[in-house]
């Protein structure tokens, strides 16, 4: 279902190579390109995304790929983004994630994880859009604190930080499918 947007969208055929690949990519898992389109207005901040964020931050990151998943796989839940579940559910199984732990993250305390990642999956409740007042209480930084480094989460909350800004952006701007338990629904 293609979401309505206000932004106009360029063309396939006007979008850079790249962002020609992403459409296509885009098409076949979700018969959609409406963000890759409206991206096209401005390119260098897709390509940043793209190469800075996801290759050099994400990707690049000290932190175990699977956690990594595990958190971003999370947040999608929480926000209920149909395009994102999708994308991150390919993703996390791709890393290695058992569709058993997939199927567990609404219950994550009693699922298949380990403390790190329970402790990540915490940290992921308390940066989801959907909790304003979320922050880190002393109970949860000492829950955090023997599976990582003050850099580390300095890391995990700037990757949390931005999937959550994005998430809020492509909402804000009717970029993608939303699911029904979506609370950002108009």
Not at 34 to 62: C, R
Not at 94 to 107: V, Y
Not at 128 to 155: C, M
Request: hydrophobic share 45%; proline share 5%; with cysteine.
């Amino acid at each position: 279902m293609k979401p309505d947007t206000y932004l106009s969208r360029i063309p396939r055929e006007k979008l850079n190579a790249s962002m020609q690949s992403a459409f296509d990519r885009s098409i076949s898992m979700h018969e959609d390109a409406t963000f890759v389109e409206v991206m096209g207005h401005a390119p260098a901040i897709y390509e940043w995304y793209q190469n800075d964020f996801y290759k050099k931050l994400f990707y690049g990151s000290t932190l175990p790929i699977t956690l990594l998943e595990i958190v971003r796989l999370r947040l999608a839940n929480i926000h209920g983004c149909a395009f994102c579940n999708r994308n991150n559910t390919a993703a996390a199984i791709q890393a290695g994630i058992s569709q058993t732990q997939i199927d567990a993250l609404a219950d994550y305390e009693s699922g298949p994880f380990t403390a790190s990642e329970k402790a990540a999956l915490a940290l992921a409740d308390e940066m989801a859009l959907t909790n304003p007042k979320g922050h880190i209480s002393a109970s949860l930084y000492a829950r955090l604190k023997p599976h990582f480094t003050d850099g580390e989460l300095v890391e995990l909350g700037v990757l949390m930080a931005v999937l959550c800004g994005m998430a809020k952006m492509i909402f804000a701007f009717d970029l993608v499918e939303k699911e029904e338990t979506c609370p950002f629904l108009p």
